[in-house]
């Protein structure tokens, strides 16, 4: 089936601590995954992708990690601040890019 | 730098009454998106649209649904005669390629009464 989802719903860091949010997916076939951030009254927003024939993509601060094998994504967040509190989705892509399917969404919150 | 916008920002609306929600996509994008979400949930795909038709659909886009692009700048997702649980955030995405980022707008909030 299609389905993509999330271990934990919510995540509690310390400001400056590294935050790691997981996903599981059950399509093979995907060959795109993102994740998105998302807070109170917004949109998706994008923060950063990967493709299936990587397994590591690093951006500003954080870094995707894709295990093909166990069909695993993780997001991992460096220095984790206050305005990275938000919901974060990971989704993969189907069908040529014309179909998005997301996960259920883990709740990062930071304390200061 | 660029952005989607989608209006009405709210629209509340009598069970049985048809909606049109409108997004203007960034405007070199070719391939234009609907999502819903129900609040609480994860955002769910509809449908996707490119070269002045339907690309993919889900099962939740059913015949109470229709997408169209009237012009060469909007973007609408039509639903004809609205249910209680229609109720959710509506998002449109574009983007240039198919490979390439979505970006979404900022959503309408559809409330059915």
């Known amino acids: 089936g299609e389905s993509v989802g999330l271990h934990l719903p919510t995540l509690s860091v310390q400001e400056g601590d590294n935050s790691i949010i997981n996903c599981a997916y059950s399509?093979?076939?995907?060959?795109?995954f993102i994740w998105y951030k998302q807070e109170s009254g917004k949109g998706p927003q994008f923060i950063i992708d990967?493709?299936?024939?990587?397994d590591k993509r690093q951006g500003q601060r954080v870094t995707v990690l894709l295990n093909k094998t166990v069909k695993h994504l993780s997001l991992q967040i460096a220095a984790t601040q206050p305005g990275d509190s938000a919901v974060y989705f990971c989704a993969e892509n189907m069908g040529g890019g014309f179909k998005t399917i997301f996960g259920a969404g883990t709740r990062l919150f930071v304390k200061a | 730098e660029p952005e989607v916008t989608q209006t009405p920002s709210h629209q509340v609306t009598q069970m049985g009454q048809e909606v049109i929600l409108r997004c203007v996509p960034i405007?070199?994008?070719?391939?234009f998106y609907w999502y819903r979400q129900i609040l609480g949930q994860k955002v769910e795909f509809l449908v996707s649209?490119?070269?002045?038709?339907?690309?993919?659909k889900s099962e939740i886009f059913d015949d109470q649904f229709s997408v169209e692009r009237p012009d060469g700048s909007n973007f609408t997702l039509k639903i004809r005669s609205t249910k209680l649980e229609d109720s959710a955030m509506y998002f449109c995405?574009?983007?240039?390629?198919?490979?390439?980022?979505?970006?979404f707008g900022p959503g309408t909030r559809l409330t059915v009464l």
């Open positions: 990967i493709r299936s024939n990587m």
């Open positions: 995405a574009s983007r240039g390629q198919p490979t390439d980022t979505q970006y």
């Open positions: 649209f490119y070269n002045n038709e339907i690309s993919e």
């Open positions: 399509n093979s076939a995907s060959d795109y």
């Open positions: 405007s070199n994008h070719l391939y």
